[in-house]
């Protein structure tokens, strides 16, 4: 296994502002775009000072998040230049040196603190909170079965707290259990798709304490939880008409959402990077964009007093 911090030789070099952009992993941004802003499914509707504090929080994540992958590529940078796909990060090509990352690492840190200053302070403690989590994780954490998959998971779950703290909203029992499942349902399915990778033994210690099978099952396991979490989050936190019309009508996409996924895993064999499959993957961006129209539709509805449910 490669031990240097030198450029590895087979490995296309990038201009180095597109190697310090790809260090801080932009493609992993709309984590926090997605998550954040959850707390507006109690009342999308807000004065617009409010989406102004959504906003402050979810760059603050962003900065945050992007710590982590400077901490996180830095500390496995030698691990890395043995994977086939990850030693082409810009730390483990050395495209990128360890001295670079640690001053982009505290540049950010910089930049962190701030814009926590320069915004409602007493809002931030999620973000700090899943700073600390994540420094854990990647500082050990990570090696340890099952506990590596929780951990992120209560990073989105973080996510969607922070945004109902900063705008002042009550945290939704079913929307933490609806986030922390599916979250956690996304882990599993990445899981398993390491472990069918050759290439990935012996990368990721956790994994040698997992097994298809188990996987398989607690795939299925939390895919159950999070249909139920989310038909109970319209049924009983938003308890008008809206809610009971958007649990029926949410049904069907939410179970093709979860259909569509386990074809991707279990058929075609992906899941590797569910990010990328969540905002690409055709038949989900579709379902979702459906999902969307159809509760604008009911929301609407409910303003014009149309019944939906008797």
Known sequence: MPVSDTLVPDIPRRPHWRALLALIRPGQW??????????????PVLPWDRYIRLAWITGLFLLASALVYVLNDYADRRRDQAHPIKRHRPIASGEVSPAEAIILGLALAGGLLGMTIVGPTRAAWPAYL???LNVAYSCGLKNVPLLDVLIVSCGFVLRAVAGCVVLGISLSGWLALAVFTGSLLLSLGKRRHEMIQASAEGHRPALGAYSIQLLDHLILLNSGIVLMATMTLFHTDLATEYGRAAMMFSAPF???????????????????EPTRLLIR????????????????ALRLAEWAGVQWVG
């Open 30 to 43: 709309s984590k926090n775009l997605f998550a954040v802003p959850l707390a507006l499914l109690s009342d």
């Open 130 to 132: 899943y700073l600390v």
């Open 281 to 296: 993957d055709r038949p989900i961006v579709g379902t979702a964009a459906l999902w969307a129209v159809a509760l604008i």
């Open 254 to 272: 939410a179970v093709l959402l979860i259909f569509r996924y386990l074809q991707v895993v279990f058929v075609v064999g992906g899941g590797a």
